[in-house]
């Protein structure tokens, strides 16, 4: 189980950092990505990190972005900073694996997946 937190109501230029919590004892050999999905549109790929700690970002958001994991406490993390108005978008995080080889961008790869939290960015 999934549980993302961290959404909320900012203005463009503002910092939100999303969480996700994962339950189980296996986390760390999971994938652990962030999707997204505006209104109207397809979900969409934002940042993901390997079980072996690789990062990759979609280009909208990559260098306003950090993901970051912590095995300890069974969570992810996504920082986001500068946000835009077309951030808006429900955020959902997803697991895959254990010890997955998909690709980090594919949601085919993830086979768990949060609730979403809304992050609404006002111009």
């Known amino acids: 189980q999934l549980q993302a937190s961290g959404g909320g109501l900012v203005q463009a230029g503002d910092s939100l950092r999303l969480s996700c919590v994962a339950s189980?004892?296996?986390?760390?050999?999971?994938?652990m990505g962030w999707f997204r999905q505006a209104p109207g549109k397809e979900r969409e790929f934002v940042a993901a990190?390997?079980?072996?700690?690789?990062?990759v970002y979609a280009d909208s958001v990559k260098g306003r972005s950090t993901i970051s994991r912590n095995n300890a406490k069974n969570t992810v993390y996504v920082q986001m900073n500068s946000l835009k108005p077309e951030d808006t978008a429900v955020y959902y995080c997803?697991?895959?694996?254990?010890?997955?080889?998909?690709?980090?961008?594919?949601?085919?790869?993830?086979?768990?997946w949060g609730q979403g939290t809304l992050v609404t960015v006002s111009s």
């Open positions: 997803a697991a895959g694996g254990p010890y997955s080889s998909g690709s980090l961008r594919s949601s085919d790869t993830y086979n768990y």
């Open positions: 990190i390997s079980w072996s700690t690789s990062k």
């Open positions: 189980g004892r296996t986390f760390s050999s999971y994938h």
